[in-house]
């Protein structure tokens, strides 16, 4: 993906995946900025460990707790930034939803949540609502970002614009226990997960009748175009790469 948004830029870059030990981060980083890394994505489970290791946070990555972009500064730091967020609204805008004035519902209350929060906050929402399947996790959120928490029982009879599916159930063909009555009258459902034929949850939704559903593949893709952006101060046509991509799934 990267190397595509450089071709369309016209640029050259090297970009290449490292697997890296369970408790190995730092060392690894450490060997790669010695061989002259400029930046990097990171993935799960290391962002919480990327949050720790670099230099300076940006605001995003603050609020998030974990780092997906790592940037080299020109005083040779590393600069901590997050592009979930940034790269979901991009996505909802580009399916005619943006979060401004909507009411969500956001499923889930790991990492992703976190990260997604801040971002869906500074457009604007007229609410947000967060439901997990433990929900201690789903009411500390909601302290920390000034949103509801709800059980996914008590959702019965709601209607929202938007529901963000943030756990990982599609992963393991899952769904979270959220009331089918409320899935069948949201506008969106969108699941963070993505697969060749959507997600179990997408699959889900538009079965109850859900009238529009995507998975989280345009999220990737606008992420992955914002750190491109803080690495080479250019912002890659992601919706053109998206299509590429969609293409070939
Ligand atoms: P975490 O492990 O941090 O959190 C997982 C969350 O899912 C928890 O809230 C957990 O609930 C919940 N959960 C897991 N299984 C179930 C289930 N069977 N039923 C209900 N809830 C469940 O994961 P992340 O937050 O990092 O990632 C969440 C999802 O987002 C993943 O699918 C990941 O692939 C996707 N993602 C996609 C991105 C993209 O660019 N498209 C970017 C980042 C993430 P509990 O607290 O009760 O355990």
Known sequence: MHERFAQLAGEHISYDRTLAPLDGFSE??????????????????????????????????????????????????????????????????????????????????????????????????????????????????????????????????????????????SLSGQLPALPSDVIASTGLAYDLAYGPRGTTFTRWAASQGCPKTADGLGMLVAQGAESYYLWRGVRPDWQKVLGEMEAQR
């Not at 604007?124 to 509801?148: C, H, M, Q, W, Y």
């Open 28 to 169: 690894i980083l450490a060997k790669l900025a010695g061989e002259g890394l400029k930046g990097a994505n990171v993935t799960v489970p290391f962002k919480e460990d990327a949050f720790h290791w670099v230099h300076e946070l940006s605001h995003r990555a603050h609020q998030a707790g974990a780092v997906n972009t790592l940037i080299k500064t020109a005083d040779g730091h590393w600069l901590g930034d997050n592009t979930d967020g940034v790269g979901l609204v991009a996505d909802l805008c580009r399916l005619g939803f943006d979060p401004r004035d909507k009411t969500l519902l956001v499923l889930g209350a790991g990492g992703a949540t976190r990260g997604i929060l801040g971002p869906i906050l500074d457009r604007g929402p007229k609410s947000i609502t967060v439901a997990n399947r433990t929900p201690a996790k789903a009411l500390s959120l909601a302290d920390v970002f000034g949103i509801e928490a709800a059980e996914f029982e008590q959702l019965h009879g709601r209607r929202f614009d938007i529901v963000i599916n943030a756990t990982s159930a």
